[in-house]
């Protein structure tokens, strides 16, 4: 039995090591992102197959090379997948997700515009939607399942290791570069590089992806309750106040990172001086 002098926060916190060679992460990206499209290809457009395919592609695939890359005795080589936040970084991921679905909207449609592609983008959406699907599968096929896996992937496993190399702003820009290529069609990319930078942005400042996961799940319910006409009291008051909206977008994004960004990881330590403090 531990005696009460023995400080247990490092092993239950701070359990990982140092994130995989990039060459490695980078690897694991392209054989997930493989994986995703190939299931999707095969099985046909679905919501289960999109549950499928993110879930065997893009969180299961990545871990098990994660946990086939740690060391002895460490049950996860990267420290962001293990590491909790505090209260205050999911409440800002909260809040900036509950603004930047509008924004990447915003930014986002002039592309649809510009290229024409109306129908693809409806087709799209109706994809997602599930057209005619009932709402709680909805919610968890098209905004929890792939808000969490896709998380898992690129500010879980990518973006800490290109940090490592390339430092923390061209790490972002690069695996938001990523993560919006997964998205292929013109104007989903633009909303995926929007989402991409502030989920980046979080978890870099938290140290840890939960909060990324919670930006990107609150960020596609929203997109999801309003696109489906379950918010239609909200959804007139934006169509009446455009520029009104796009405003409170910003300012609420933007407030959602600074609150996020505010607090340090769990415990407000350094992972790094843990895992010294701990050999």
Not at 203 to 219: C, E, F, I, K, Y
Request: charged content about 10%; overall charge positive.
């Amino acid at each position: 039995m531990a005696s009460p002098s023995q400080n247990l926060t490092p092993r239950l916190y701070h359990a990982g090591g140092p994130p995989l060679p990039p060459a490695t992460a980078l690897g694991a990206w392209a054989l997930a992102a493989g994986t995703f499209f190939l299931i999707g290809s095969s099985l046909g457009a679905s919501l289960l197959t999109n549950v499928l395919a993110q879930v065997l592609g893009l969180a299961l695939l990545p871990l098990a090379i994660v946990h086939l890359h740690a060391p002895p005795g460490v049950t996860h080589r990267h420290e962001w997948l293990s590491q909790l936040a505090k209260p205050l970084a999911f409440v800002g991921a909260a809040v900036a997700g509950t603004f930047c679905w509008y924004l990447s909207l915003r930014l986002a449609w002039p592309i649809v515009e510009a290229t024409g592609r109306h129908d693809e983008v409806r087709e799209a959406t109706r994809g997602i939607t599930g057209d005619g699907a009932p709402l709680a599968w909805v919610l968890v096929a098209s905004a929890l399942v792939p808000g969490t896996c896709e998380e898992l992937l690129h500010r879980g496993v990518l973006l800490p290791s290109l940090a490592a190399r390339l430092g923390r702003p061209l790490a972002l820009v690069a695996v938001t570069g990523l993560f919006a290529i997964m998205h292929i069609e013109p104007a989903r990319m633009v909303s995926a590089t929007v989402v991409g930078l502030a989920a980046g942005i979080l978890a870099l400042r938290t140290g840890s992806v939960w909060p990324a996961v919670a930006l990107h799940v609150m960020n596609n319910s929203w997109a999801l309750l309003l696109g489906t006409g379950h918010l239609g009291a909200i959804a007139r008051a934006i169509a009446a106040h455009p520029d009104l909206a796009l405003a409170c977008a910003v300012a609420g994004t933007a407030g959602g990172l600074v609150i996020g960004g505010w607090v340090t990881p769990f415990g407000g330590r350094d992972p790094s001086n843990v895992r010294n403090a701990t050999r």
